[in-house]
């Protein structure tokens, strides 16, 4: 694992437990304001933490849920009728056997997401004036990111069909709205303006497509589909 993984893992680490434990003192005291508050930055830690422990592990989900699945039937074994208890005993060593498997398995090493990078530099650069980011190909949901002067223009169009097909939900959204988008054209596109000439814009936008990827949606459900395309 990276260093500097390890230390951004480490630090999440603390600010869920400091999280934690705030909420659990406002739910002490009756300030369920406040603890709902810390609840949903909880929750978005949460979040950030199970990207980042998929980037370390691409088999982290699964040994979760595995471990999860081994607890809740070492939990519920005792009480359970004898029949029970066999299914109970059998699927445990099943599991067990698949979670020792996968903790054999060297956790991958994550890998550097240059693609995005070198393409926004080409932009810059004047080598091509802009492209297309897939995100979920099948669903055709689509950012085309286009430089006209000194201003990048990034759009999300086809809103009002996504939401119907539930490609988009209201909490996508909004956050994309906190990363800087707008609505337009009666609600059916989502534009982001920003200036576009220096290396230090090109890391603003690389960050913001980095949100979008891992924390606007979980970047799993966009494994397979999201790639870039040339515009003609």
Avoid: W
């Avoid at 609840?39 to 982290?60: E, H, P, V």
């Avoid at 890998?111 to 650069?125: C, E, H, M, N, Q």
């Avoid at 759009?155 to 909490?171: D, G, V």
């Amino acid at each position: 694992m990276s260093t500097k993984l390890e230390k951004l893992l480490a630090a999440y680490e603390a600010e869920r437990v400091s999280l934690t434990a705030e909420m659990e003192e406002c739910v002490a005291e009756m300030e369920y304001g406040k603890a709902h508050l810390f609840f949903k930055g909880l929750a978005r830690m949460n979040q950030q933490l199970q990207t980042l422990y998929n980037m370390q592990d691409k088999g982290y989900d699964e040994k979760e849920d595995l471990a999860n699945t081994i607890k809740f039937l070492e939990e519920g074994m005792t009480g359970e009728e004898a029949y029970m208890r066999q299914r109970f005993a059998e699927l445990l060593v099943e599991k067990k056997v698949r979670l020792a498997e996968l903790s054999q398995v060297p956790a991958q090493k994550p890998t550097a997401g240059y693609a995005v990078r070198d393409v926004l530099s080409k932009v810059l650069a004047g080598k091509i004036t802009g492209f297309t980011l897939v995100f979920h190909e099948s669903q055709c949901l689509n950012c085309h990111i286009k430089l006209v002067r000194r201003t990048l223009i990034l759009t999300i169009p086809e809103i009002r069909r996504h939401k119907e097909n539930y490609t988009l939900e209201k909490r996508h959204i909004r956050k994309l709205k906190r990363l800087g988008f707008k609505a337009y054209d009666n609600k059916d596109k989502l534009i982001l303006f920003a200036p576009y000439s220096t290396m230090e814009d090109v890391q603003a936008i690389q960050r913001i497509l980095a949100c979008i990827t891992f924390e606007v949606f979980y970047f799993k459900e966009l494994e397979g589909e999201t790639f870039i395309k040339y515009n003609p």
